[in-house]
């Protein structure tokens, strides 16, 4: 096993990449979809069964392991690997997003943020040297600058003033990282949707120097189109040879037209918060297990997959649990859309490596047009 953090980029198509980032605790393939551990699990899951869903990492959330169990904590009993069973590799986030959707919570200054928790209303600091802190004390593989993310639409003064503070919290926040073999400090790129902002933070960041580089800002109110928009060209603006992490999205169709647009990691929450919801993301797009057509369906969600819930249960079933209110539904739902989201994300690895992505994606858009299979 590596002891150092290396990217390998193996193939291209078009923009598309896929390659593989080695780390200590193991290979991460890419375009990799991370499942998100918000407070050291990924709801409804145990973590042998998010590994077989074919996830090589996880991210954790340093806003919510700061305030419950605390890093401290963690740190003593063996690190956020050891404290929650899964020992490959983990992405933390810095806890800047979270701390930044506080508002009426929160007082901002250069040297950080204080705030009051959402839990118990005590008062604490987070600043670029406290995250870097705690992402030690948590000991994640991949840890991520402390940024400020301002919610969308916001005038152009107020993005440029957000991601200058940023680049001055990400010199801050390599500082802080220090030299720590095996393990990677990523920064993050911001500026909203403004193309000479995105250039002036990508520059930045590349004077820095940092092991990857993810772009920030986006899902957060702009839209898909302003988005692509800006994926169009952001991407390019950063290191052949670094890894490309899109934070925070998102839906199928989003993440594949991010791969196609150059992005090699992403991850969202909405495949385990849509199972718990009674929502599953199948080839043909979204079933809502909820409605009453589908009390009577012998069918598995999806005749193709070969996850748990699809090999063992039918529709009919899954909607009895949901409706009863049962445990077991969040747990199959949620096992299903991560499957789901792993099988599209090797699908694309296949097809970069081939060089037929074009097709791979019209073959996406088709069978998602046919919508829902129609029931007996």
Known sequence: MPQTFAFTLNATDGAARTGVISTPRGEIRTPAFMPVGTAATVKAMMPESVRATGADILLGNTYHLMLRPTAERIARLGGLHKFMNWERPILTDSGGFQVMSLAALRKMTEEGVTFSSHIDGSKHFLSPERSMEIQRLLGSDIVMAFDE????????????????????????????????????LFGIVQGGVTRELREESAEALKAIGFDGYALGGLAVGEGQEAMFGVLDYA????????????????KPDDIVGAVERGIDMMDCVLPSRSGRTGQAWTRRGQVNIKNARHMDDPRPLDEACTCPACRNYSRAYLHHVFKAQEMISGMLLTWHNLHY????????????????????????????????????
């Open 149 to 184: 993310c301002p919610a969308l639409p916001a005038t152009d003064e107020r993005v440029a003033e957000a991601m200058r503070l940023s680049m001055r919290w990400a010199e801050r926040s390599r500082d802080a990282f220090g030299d720590r073999p095996g393990h990677a």
């Open 235 to 250: 991407p390019g603006m950063l290191p052949e040879d670094k890894p490309r992490y899109l934070m925070g999205v998102g």
């Open 341 to 376: 989201f792993q099988e599209l994300m090797q699908g694309m690895r296949e097809a970069i490596a081939a060089g037929r992505l074009s097709a791979f994606v019209a073959e996406f858009h088709a069978q998602r047009a046919q919508g829902d299979i129609e029931p007996l």
